[in-house]
């Protein structure tokens, strides 16, 4: 991978985008690159209840998880240096978007429908309570319409095609360039 001057500073650097879209991977990747710390916060959540996303919907409820979202993104806003992977859900709230977007360039990771569909399906190791139910790819693509206008609030990253290492040298040409 090109290394390229970054111009990060001491920013976060935020990944949203759908569930599928890579933002676990390509986070890892990227701050392994820039020598940041990763956070993830579906792991931080989950690590800090003791249990896994599933059974935290299950057993508290989404709007009990949401408020866990929204306690995190505050704190988070106030770090310096890390690479933050967000749930897919977290930057499309006003309040968390405000806060991680004080001191952090934030990148939607995109990709088709079809692509999040057969990722999704060869992810077995996370289960998704929003895609439960007999039909994932419905609830897929009735979710995506309704958070595309959200996700296009932030600089696009396509990752459709794409391997990990290719999108990060995309998010990274990004930093070089300032463009955020
Ligand atoms: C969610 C996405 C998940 C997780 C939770 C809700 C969402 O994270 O936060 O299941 O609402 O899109 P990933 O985007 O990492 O799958």
Redo the contacts with the bound molecule.
Sequence with gaps: MARRENKTSDHNIILT?????G??SVGRLLAEHLGYEFV???EWIAARCGKA??DI?RDQGEAA?REM?AALALELGGVKKKVI??????MLDADNAAALSRNGRVFTLWATPEEIMARVASDTA?V???LEGPSPEVRIRA?YEERRAGYARFTPVETSGKTITEVVQLVLNHLADGIT
């Excluded at 992977?85 to 977290?90: K, N, Y």
């Design positions: 985008g759908f569930m599928g879209t933002k676990s993830d916060t579906d996303i599933h919907f998880f979202e992977a967000t749930g897919g859900r977290l996370a998704r309570p929003l979710l």
